[in-house]
C-alpha cells in the first residue's frame, strides 16, 4: 500500500542516510526528500537512492535553478520540490523525467505551476492559510490536481486538512531532526502512517502515492 507521505530530511548526513532511509520505508513511507541546504545533500540522495532502489522514490527539496535540479539528476533522484514557483525550475525537471512539485501559495502561483508542467503542486507554508484556506482554493483547482500540505500539518491534525482537500503532506521535523536515531525517526514514522491510516479510512487502500498522477503535464 503506498502513501501520500513526503518525509523531509533537512539536516541529514550521508553517513546516517541508509539507516533513516530503512526506517522510513519499514514503517510505510516510500518517498523521501533531502534539501538541499542540508550537509552534502547530493551525498546523502546517492546513498538513499543506493540503499532502497525502487523501494523508495528519492528526491531533494529547497532546489532553487535549473543547474540544482541537473545535479539532483545526476545523484539519482527522482523528485524535485522546491519552497517557490519558478517556470524555469519546473520546466527543467520535467524535460529531465523527474516530478516537479513547486511551492504555492495563492491562485495565481499555482495555475502558472500547472502551465508551467508541475507534476502537483506544494501547498507552503500551509500554516498561513491553514486547512480552511486550502478549502477556499481547492475548487478553483482543474480537477485531479495533486495538492499536498506542507507546514502546519501534522499527526494531530491530518483528518482536518484532508477534509478541506489535501491529497497528500510533506512532514518535516514531526519525522526527522538532526540528532534523532534511525529507530527514533521509524517510531515517530510509524505514528505518523498510523495517524494517516485512520484519518482515510478504507480510502487508505489502494491509495496515490507522489507521482501516481501527474497534473498539469
Given at each position: 500500500?503506498?502513501?501520500?507521505?513526503?518525509?523531509?530530511?533537512r539536516?541529514?548526513?550521508?553517513?546516517?542516510a541508509?539507516?533513516?532511509?530503512?526506517?522510513?520505508?519499514e514503517?510505510?513511507?516510500?518517498?523521501?526528500?533531502?534539501?538541499?541546504?542540508?550537509?552534502?545533500?547530493l551525498?546523502?540522495?546517492?546513498?538513499?537512492?543506493?540503499?532502497l532502489g525502487?523501494?523508495?522514490?528519492?528526491?531533494?527539496?529547497?532546489v532553487?535553478?535549473?543547474?540544482?535540479?541537473?545535479?539532483?539528476?545526476?545523484?539519482?533522484?527522482q523528485?524535485?520540490?522546491?519552497?517557490?514557483?519558478?517556470p524555469d525550475?519546473?520546466?527543467?525537471?520535467?524535460?529531465a523525467?523527474?516530478?516537479s512539485w513547486?511551492?504555492v501559495l495563492?491562485?495565481?502561483?499555482a495555475?502558472a505551476?500547472?502551465?508551467?508542467?508541475?507534476?502537483g503542486l506544494?501547498?507552503?507554508?500551509?500554516n498561513?492559510?491553514?486547512?480552511?484556506?486550502l478549502k477556499?482554493?481547492?475548487?478553483?483547482l482543474?480537477k485531479?490536481?495533486?495538492?499536498?500540505?506542507?507546514?502546519?500539518?501534522?499527526?494531530?491534525?491530518?483528518?482536518t486538512?484532508?477534509?478541506?482537500?489535501?491529497?497528500g503532506?510533506?512532514?518535516?521535523?514531526?519525522?526527522y531532526?538532526p540528532g534523532l536515531?534511525?529507530a527514533e525517526?521509524?517510531?515517530?514514522a510509524?505514528?505518523?502512517?498510523?495517524s494517516?491510516?485512520?484519518?482515510v479510512?478504507?480510502k487508505a487502500?489502494?491509495?496515490k502515492?507522489v507521482?501516481?498522477k501527474?497534473v498539469?503535464?
Amino acid at each position: 500500500m503506498t502513501r501520500p507521505l513526503i518525509a523531509i530530511l533537512r539536516g541529514l548526513t550521508p553517513p546516517e542516510a541508509p539507516d533513516v532511509g530503512r526506517a522510513l520505508v519499514e514503517a510505510g513511507i516510500g518517498v523521501i526528500e533531502v534539501p538541499l541546504n542540508s550537509p552534502d545533500p547530493l551525498r546523502s540522495i546517492v546513498a538513499l537512492v543506493a540503499t532502497l532502489g525502487d523501494r523508495a522514490k528519492v528526491g531533494a527539496g529547497t532546489v532553487l535553478t535549473v543547474e540544482e535540479v541537473a545535479a539532483v539528476k545526476a545523484a539519482g533522484g527522482q523528485i524535485i520540490v522546491s519552497p517557490n514557483m519558478d517556470p524555469d525550475v519546473i520546466r527543467a525537471s520535467r524535460a529531465a523525467r523527474m516530478e516537479s512539485w513547486p511551492g504555492v501559495l495563492t491562485p495565481t502561483e499555482a495555475f502558472a505551476a500547472l502551465k508551467a508542467g508541475a507534476t502537483g503542486l506544494k501547498l507552503f507554508p500551509g500554516n498561513l492559510v491553514g486547512p480552511d484556506g486550502l478549502k477556499a482554493l481547492r475548487p478553483v483547482l482543474p480537477k485531479g490536481t495533486q495538492l499536498y500540505a506542507v507546514g502546519g500539518a501534522g499527526a494531530d491534525n491530518l483528518g482536518t486538512w484532508i477534509a478541506a482537500g489535501a491529497d497528500g503532506f510533506g512532514i518535516g521535523s514531526a519525522l526527522y531532526k538532526p540528532g534523532l536515531t534511525p529507530a527514533e525517526v521509524g517510531a515517530r514514522a510509524r505514528a505518523l502512517v498510523a495517524s494517516y491510516d485512520k484519518a482515510v479510512g478504507d480510502k487508505a487502500v489502494g491509495g496515490k502515492a507522489v507521482g501516481d498522477k501527474a497534473v498539469g503535464a
